[in-house]
C-alpha cells in the first residue's frame, strides 16, 4: 500500500507571496491533517479534514487554508508568506474511526521563506 | 500552553545500553498516548502506543510507561541500537465531544546512540 505523499518536497518563495502544498493520504484514510515543524517547536497542529469537511482547527492565522477533496486528497494554502513560515509542512493520514488510530505521515514540504 | 511536554531536548546514550525518553502531560483528558521517531529528512512514523486503561506496553526493544497519576509516560530502549538515532516524539490524544481524536505533540527529544 502506498503511503502519504506530499508534493512539492521543497519550496522556495519570497515574502507577500502565496502556496499551495499537497497531500494524498494512504488509500482508504480518510482523515487528513496538517502540521508545521520548525525547531524548538515541535509538531504544530494547523487543521485536519475528514470526508471534505474542516472538523478541528489549530491556533494559526486565517492565512492558512486548507480543503479536501473527495477522492481525500488536500491541499493546504498559506497567503501572504511571512519569513516566520519557513518550515516543514507535514501531512499526515488515518483511518479516524471513533477509536485512537495513529497517524501516517509523509515526508513533508520543505518551505522557505525569502 | 504545553500540554504535552518533553524537557531533554537531547540524549546520548552508548550502543547496547538503555536509552529512557521522558514526557509529561498536563491535560486530564488524555486517554491515548504515542510515541514517533522521525529521521532527518522523512515524516515521523509511528513506533508504539499505549492506552490509559494500560500501564504498559511492550513491543520488541520498546516499551511504553504509563504513570497515570503522575502524567507522566516514559519511552525504554533496550538495547539502544545506532539506528535508533533519531528524534522521538510523544503525543497524546483524545476523543472530543465531536466523537474524534485530538492529537498533541510534544517538541521532541533527540536521541544519539554512540557505538
Known amino acids: 500500500k502506498a503511503g502519504v505523499t506530499q508534493t512539492p518536497r521543497y519550496l522556495i518563495k519570497t515574502r507577500g507571496q502565496q502556496v499551495t502544498l499537497s497531500c494524498s493520504p494512504i488509500?482508504?484514510?480518510?482523515?487528513v491533517s496538517w502540521y508545521q515543524q520548525t525547531p524548538g517547536q515541535g509538531l504544530q497542529f494547523l487543521f485536519e479534514y475528514f470526508s471534505e469537511t474542516q472538523r478541528n482547527k489549530g491556533n494559526f492565522p486565517g492565512r492558512f487554508s486548507g480543503r479536501q477533496f473527495s477522492n481525500s486528497r488536500s491541499e493546504m494554502n498559506v497567503s501572504t508568506l511571512e519569513l516566520g513560515d519557513s518550515a516543514l509542512y507535514l501531512c499526515?493520514?488515518?483511518?479516524?474511526?471513533?477509536?485512537?488510530?495513529?497517524?501516517?505521515f509523509g515526508n513533508g514540504t520543505r518551505l522557505t521563506v525569502t | 500552553d504545553q500540554q504535552v511536554k518533553q524537557n531533554s531536548p537531547s540524549l546520548s546514550v552508548q550502543e547496547g545500553r538503555i536509552s529512557i525518553l521522558n514526557c509529561d502531560y498536563t491535560n486530564s483528558m488524555f486517554d491515548y498516548f504515542l510515541w514517533y521517531k522521525k529521521y532527518p529528512a522523512e515524516g515521523p512514523t509511528f513506533l508504539i502506543s499505549?492506552?490509559?486503561?494500560?500501564d504498559k506496553n511492550e513491543d520488541g526493544r520498546f516499551t511504553v510507561f504509563l504513570n497515570k497519576s503522575a502524567k507522566h509516560l516514559s519511552l525504554h530502549i533496550v538495547p539502544s541500537q545506532p539506528g535508533d538515532s533519531a528524534v522521538y516524539f510523544c503525543a497524546a490524544s483524545y476523543l472530543n465531544s465531536g466523537g474524534y481524536q485530538k492529537v498533541t505533540f510534544g517538541i521532541g527529544t533527540k536521541l544519539q546512540v554512540i557505538p
Open positions: 499526515a493520514s488515518s483511518l479516524a474511526g471513533t477509536g485512537a488510530s495513529p497517524l501516517h
Open positions: 499505549i492506552s490509559s486503561i494500560k
Open positions: 488509500s482508504g484514510h480518510r482523515s
